[in-house]
């Protein structure tokens, strides 16, 4: 459990490496994993993929996870984006890449560490996020953890040969601590 830096139970988050691109790759180049994203739109190549990572490596405004089950096997990533200090907002993406790994409470911890994270330790103000409208699991890892539907982007995505919606959540800090005070 090397670098643990937020600590679920089933799974733990840490700093994303560049080791672990090649799994990211191999995530990416997969058409069921990226069917309703807005990546996979053309082969992903770790060359340009390794550029991006060290480019972004000094961003203060994204923060990069991997997703590590709590016996160390690395299923995905997950990260807080457009991070806007001064509206103190950021946007919230997460991806388990390891179908065998899909619908074990994986994303809903990932996105409760996130929240817990962006309101308590960076003092965000609202975190948000947004999914395919028929992205079920996803739309229902927001909702689970107390997202707001705030609006429907209408044709907003092209994939599969059509476009597609795309469903907004967000989650403000003050709203989110009246009703749960664990964090
Ligand atoms: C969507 C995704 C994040 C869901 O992750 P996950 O770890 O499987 O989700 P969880 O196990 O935490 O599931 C949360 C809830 O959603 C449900 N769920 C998950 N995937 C589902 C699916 N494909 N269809 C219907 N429900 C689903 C779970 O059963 C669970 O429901 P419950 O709270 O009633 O028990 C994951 O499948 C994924 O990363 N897919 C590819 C990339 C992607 O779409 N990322 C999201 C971009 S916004």
């Given at each position: 459990m090397k670098n643990q830096f937020l600590k679920g139970k089933k799974i733990y988050l840490r700093d994303l490496e560049e080791e672990d691109l090649p799994n990211i790759q191999n995530w990416l180049n997969d058409s069921e994993f990226t069917r309703y994203l807005f990546q996979g739109d053309?082969?992903?190549?770790?060359?340009?993929?390794?550029?991006?990572?060290?480019?972004?490596?000094?961003?203060?405004n994204e923060i990069a996870f991997a997703i590590i089950t709590s016996n160390n096997v690395h299923v995905g990533?997950?990260?807080?984006?457009?991070?806007?200090?001064?509206?103190?907002k950021g946007e919230l993406r997460f991806f388990i890449g390891e179908r065998k790994f899909w619908k074990k409470g994986y994303a809903a911890e990932v996105v409760t560490l996130l929240v817990g994270y962006a309101f308590n330790k960076l003092n965000l103000h609202r975190v948000y996020g947004g999914t395919n409208i028929e992205n079920k699991g996803s739309i229902k890892v927001f909702r689970n953890n107390g997202f707001f539907e705030e609006g429907i982007l209408k044709e907003e995505h092209f994939r599969n040969g059509r476009y597609y919606d795309v469903i907004r959540f967000g989650l403000l800090n003050k709203r989110h601590l009246k009703g749960k005070t664990s964090y």
């Open positions: 053309r082969p992903s190549n770790l060359q340009i993929m390794k550029e991006d990572f060290n480019k972004n490596l000094k961003n203060r990533w997950a990260g807080i984006y457009e991070i806007n200090w001064i509206s103190r």
